[in-house]
């Protein structure tokens, strides 16, 4: 069966930065969007960025943008996000996300089939 297990995440000062790895498996046809989510305490879930297999179209929430950077591997189901200058409000929990439908935002929670367990951001002042 589809698995996605995401990776990366720590405590970090504001400034700095992280890279997240997620590695998703399982799949017997093409893996088209896959994406990044978080969420707070308290908050509902938000897309983070999300992109197609090809790497050619990509998704930013406006919080991030010029910050962070989605990637894929170009042989695998393998996704990264590098998070630069990090900000408190950056902290949450982050989720990977995979088996995303080609019509939509691209950045909806519920367009996403499979999901990682999340992996902790905590940016400190």
């Known amino acids: 069966q589809v698995q996605v297990v995401e990776s990366g995440g720590g405590s970090v000062q504001a400034g700095g930065s992280l890279r997240l790895s997620c590695a998703a498996s399982g799949f017997m046809r093409s893996n088209y969007y896959m994406g990044w989510f978080r969420q707070a305490p308290g908050k509902e879930r938000e897309g983070v960025a999300s992109i197609y297999r090809n790497g050619d179209f990509a998704y930013y929430a406006d919080s991030v943008r010029g910050r962070f950077t989605i990637s894929r591997d170009n042989a695998k189901n393998t996704l990264y996000l590098q998070m630069e200058r990090l900000t408190p409000e950056d902290t949450a929990m982050y989720y990977c996300?995979?088996?995303?439908?080609?019509?939509?935002?691209?950045?909806?929670?519920?367009?996403?089939?499979?999901w990682g367990q999340g992996t902790q951001v905590t940016v400190s002042s």
């Open positions: 996300a995979a088996g995303g439908s080609l019509d939509g935002t691209h950045l909806a929670p519920r367009e996403y089939k499979y």
